[in-house]
């Protein structure tokens, strides 16, 4: 042992830097164990890349490893690798740079992130890994050589008021930490990790895909109650997604899905990619065959679990995947991705985005594979998670051009085969210059619905949508191939021939005086009376102005809590139905008293309840038609 002994003493923003470290930045305690393996992987990695570049480099590079050894009744636990190594310079630089980065200015940053979710240039400065053991251990004890080189160097620290670095004469390449364990905590969630189990666990959950084999000594019971030891290794270093595909069977994706997903199906789909270039990335994805229970749970489970460099570092990281996509399960680990001093939030920097945009194209690209080549596998997708997958024309305008070719959407040209909007596009009468579309609760209604009356007769297609989105996204994108996305309950509709042109304006002119009596009889529920077009035989619908917001929208807002204007429609009276012909020569002849107005107020309550609507004054309506029938008999 050499007499080379320094004590250091903590500066006093250091000291304050470390506990705030140790006591705010990190959410479990569990986490020291993983960033102690992924140092000791970072090392062995470095050792291999020096011997490949240095030829005469004296090192042993046959079995690279990671060891844990608990010793139960001293208390530590030990995490020693035979990698790169650190000179007595290394070992001050690197894991002592804490002690000389105590400056207020550190510190300040620190303070103001409060919880790290803004300390994010912070990662790299300093050993803050290495430095999480203080979570766990009262004593820290580091002996280091560095390969290539005949001394070694110890650290210790209790992690308060001093370090102290000396030079050993004798130590095994590489690294080994000693952690000098505090006693369990269960009220604090500090485990016992002199607990085999324990350590087991972590390891399976945080660095079960390291590439180098993690190996721990465990006794196990013997013949005639004798112990034996054994070394176990405890990873499975089976990173499907670092393998080429070749090289994986499907048997494998699916039982990989199955333990990711926490699914019991096999997925639908399995996507194997690689990102190469200024980004570095794998990435192992999946499309589920069925939708989740909590699909639109605002606490459901949102996106894929994050590794770098094999390493666990969240579980549903949605910074890499839009909402619209959050039934996509799977892993992404990145090669150099910036994390926060933490690893437990990621920047929105430059590198995710990029990152999460190339996910977002391959997963689609995948989509309108199967959407041309495996139809019957598309229709099931489509059944599953369409309502969500339209949720990205309203998020991702980037690619709202590919989500509008996977949209598969019923339509009044086959009651059982939904269609594309390529196909509606194809089908359009001459003429034709817009996508009609209804929106409703169901089929049923808007098929039945006068707004369709025309149209139908007419023989003009109209796409029925009835997933709640369908009312937002239809006006947010407006168009489709050059064609506008028209609703048929807004608006006026011009459907006519010439010559049914010319007897409208005749039947308005002779409707005028019906329509301006009515206008003023309903001032306070509409805001027009009309004649139609677009009915055949329904007496009256409700319609309203090309950009008002729809009956359907007005409820969602007022759901959510947003208080809007309530906006009155359009009525629009059939005058070639014999309820409105009636009603015109009642007023002609001078009627216009309490009954003709209530039967105004009939015809608008009808044909609030023919589109599905409400009525505002239910009992008032019933009362009426109750009267009304009572006359008759």
């Not at 699914?263 to 639908?268: H, S, V």
Request: a negative charge.
């Amino acid at each position: 042992m050499s007499d080379r002994v320094e004590t250091l003493e903590f500066q006093a923003e250091a000291r304050q830097l470390l506990q705030l470290m140790v006591h705010s930045i990190y959410s479990n305690k569990d986490v020291f164990l993983r960033e102690l393996i992924s140092n000791a992987s970072d090392a062995l990695d470095k050792l291999r890349l020096e011997s490949l570049v240095d030829k005469d480099l004296d090192v042993d590079t046959a079995d690279l490893h990671i060891e844990l050894e608990i010793d139960k009744d001293a208390r530590t636990l030990t995490v020693r690798d035979n990698g790169i190594g650190m000179s007595r310079d290394e070992v001050v630089g690197l894991i002592g740079t804490i002690a000389k980065s105590g400056t207020a200015e550190l510190l300040r940053k620190l303070r103001e992130s409060q919880d790290a979710a803004a300390s994010q240039e912070l990662i790299g400065q300093f050993g803050v890994g290495f430095y999480a053991t203080f979570m766990v251990a009262d004593k820290v004890t580091l002996v280091t050589r560095r390969a290539g080189q005949t001394g070694g160097t110890r650290w210790e620290s209790t992690g308060e008021g001093t370090y102290s670095v000396e030079a050993v004469d004798e130590a095994p390449q590489g690294t080994s930490v000693t952690l000098h364990l505090k006693p369990a905590d269960t009220e604090d969630n500090l485990h016992d990790y002199t607990a085999e189990w324990t350590v087991r666990e972590i390891v399976k959950r945080y660095s079960d895909f390291i590439a180098w084999p993690i190996r721990m000594t465990v006794e196990r019971p013997g013949e005639e109650g004798a112990t034996t030891t054994e070394t176990q290794t405890l990873n499975s270093m089976k990173a499907l997604w670092a393998r080429s595909r070749d090289e994986v069977d499907e048997a494998e994706y699916h039982e990989f899905y199955k333990h990711v997903a926490r699914d019991w199906a096999d997925p639908l789909e399995t996507i194997h990619m690689r990102g190469e270039g200024t980004f570095e990335y794998e990435a192992l994805l999946f499309l589920p065959s069925h939708a989740p229970l909590d699909l639109f749970s605002p606490q459901g489970r949102r996106g894929v679990q994050l590794y770098v460099k094999r390493v666990f570092i969240m579980d549903d990281c949605d910074a890499l995947m839009p909402n619209y996509l959050r039934f996509v399960k799977g892993v992404v680990d990145a090669h150099d991705l910036s994390l926060n001093i933490s690893r437990e939030i990621l920047q929105q920097d430059r590198q995710i985005r990029a990152v999460r945009r190339r996910l977002v194209k391959k997963v689609l690209a995948t989509l309108t594979e199967m959407k041309a080549e495996r139809a019957e596998a598309y229709r099931t997708f489509w059944t599953e998670f369409g309502p969500v997958v339209k949720e990205g024309l309203l998020e991702d305008t980037d690619n709202s051009e590919t989500l509008l070719n996977l949209l598969r959407l019923a339509s009044t040209h086959d009651a059982d085969e939904p269609t594309t909007l390529a196909d509606y596009v194809a089908r359009m009468k001459d003429g034709q210059t817009e996508i009609y579309y209804a929106t409703g609760e169901s089929r049923g209604t808007i098929e039945n619905s006068p707004h369709l009356e025309a149209f139908r007769a007419k023989g003009y297609e109209v796409l029925i949508l009835t997933d709640p989105v369908d009312e937002v996204w239809v006006e947010r994108v407006g168009a489709y191939d050059g064609k506008s996305l028209r609703s048929v309950a807004k608006g006026q509709v011009d459907l006519e021939t010439e010559e049914e042109k010319a007897k409208t304006e005749a039947e308005r002119k002779e409707y005028a005086d019906l329509l301006t009596w009515m206008s003023e009889a309903l001032a306070d529920s509409v805001k027009e009376v009309r004649l139609s077009s677009r009915l055949t035989t329904s007496p009256a619908c409700v319609v309203g102005d090309a950009h008002d917001m729809t009956p359907t929208l007005e409820k969602m807002y007022r759901a959510m809590g947003q208080e809007v204007p309530r906006v009155k429609r359009i009525l629009e009276l059939n005058p070639g139905h014999p309820l409105v012909t009636g009603l015109r020569k009642a007023h002609e002849q001078g009627a216009e008293g309490a009954a003709l107005t209530e039967t105004a107020e009939l015809l608008y309550g009808m044909a609030l309840l023919a589109e599905g609507g409400d009525l505002t004054d239910p009992a008032r309506f019933t009362r009426i038609l109750a009267d009304r029938l009572a006359r008759t008999l």
